[in-house]
């Protein structure tokens, strides 16, 4: 088991910022893809972003493009979400999650992944 514990949600005005980690407990995270997800009231669990093993090819959604940037410190065995100018539509739990995985790849899929974390909520107000 590789349990992930996410950091960092809470609540903030529409423009501002926040940054999520998800630190990897028990084990390194040097080996694994990471990813995270969201998950709105009465809707389901979506992609947001992705981070290859190597640390050198990312994916986001459309909506969080030049917003929203992953990132990983595999020293920390932790893997961050900056969170810019957030709009309340970005309101929901996130989750992060890890796949074990050593190549370039990312995943944007919810099945692709092998273990979450709890989740941690963001609420943005206008």
């Known amino acids: 088991q590789v349990p992930l514990v996410e950091s960092g949600g809470g609540m903030v005005q529409a423009g501002g910022s926040l940054r999520l980690s998800c630190a990897a407990s028990?084990?390194?995270?040097?080996?694994?893809?990471g990813g995270w997800f969201r998950q709105a009231p009465g809707k389901e669990r979506e992609f947001v972003a992705a981070?290859?093993?190597?640390?050198?090819?990312?994916h986001y959604r459309d909506s969080v493009k030049g917003r929203f940037t992953i990132s990983r410190d595999d020293a920390k065995n932790t893997v961050y979400l900056q969170m810019n100018s957030l709009k309340p539509e970005d309101t929901a739990v996130y989750y992060c999650?890890?796949?074990?995985?050593?190549?370039?790849?990312?995943?944007?899929?919810?099945?692709?992944?092998?273990?979450w974390g709890q989740g941690t909520q963001v609420i943005v107000f206008s």
């Open positions: 999650a890890a796949r074990v995985e050593g190549g370039s790849l990312y995943y944007s899929g919810i099945y692709e992944y092998d273990y």
């Open positions: 028990g084990r390194t995270f040097s080996t694994y893809a």
């Open positions: 981070i290859s093993w190597s640390g050198g090819n990312t």
